[in-house]
């Protein structure tokens, strides 16, 4: 069984920065593939970026050029740093898979912007 810990949310202003972090354990030999999911109120829950063995990325198009996943193989741990936020990016933000959810979920980490 694989545990997964989110962390690194938080209230910001529109225009701010985060950086999320998750931490991965339990029955992985290693990190390699993820992926950062959010959830808004009242939505469905959406891949937002992905990182695959190799180090390619593929990000939605609503985060494309603010967002950047990168991973730590060796920590089993996987970044989410999150620039020029916009209210709209506001939800709880989880990791899994990098194109499903390949665990089970964690609690995630709320990040709310303000306009």
């Known amino acids: 069984q694989v545990h997964l810990v989110e962390s690194g949310g938080g209230l910001v202003q529109a225009g701010g920065s985060l950086k999320l972090s998750c931490a991965a354990s339990?029955?992985?030999?290693?990190?390699?593939?993820m992926g950062w999911y959010r959830q808004a109120p009242g939505k469905q829950r959406e891949l937002v970026a992905a990182i695959f063995s190799g180090g390619s990325t593929n990000y939605a198009d609503s985060v494309k050029g603010r967002f950047t996943i990168s991973i730590d193989n060796v920590k089993n741990t996987v970044f989410l740093q999150m620039n020029s936020l916009k209210a709209e990016d506001t939800a709880v933000y989880y990791c899994?898979?990098?194109?499903?959810?390949?665990?089970?979920w964690g609690q995630g980490t709320q990040v709310t912007v303000s306009s």
């Open positions: 339990g029955s992985i030999i290693r990190v390699n593939a």
């Open positions: 899994n898979g990098p194109r499903w959810a390949s665990y089970g």
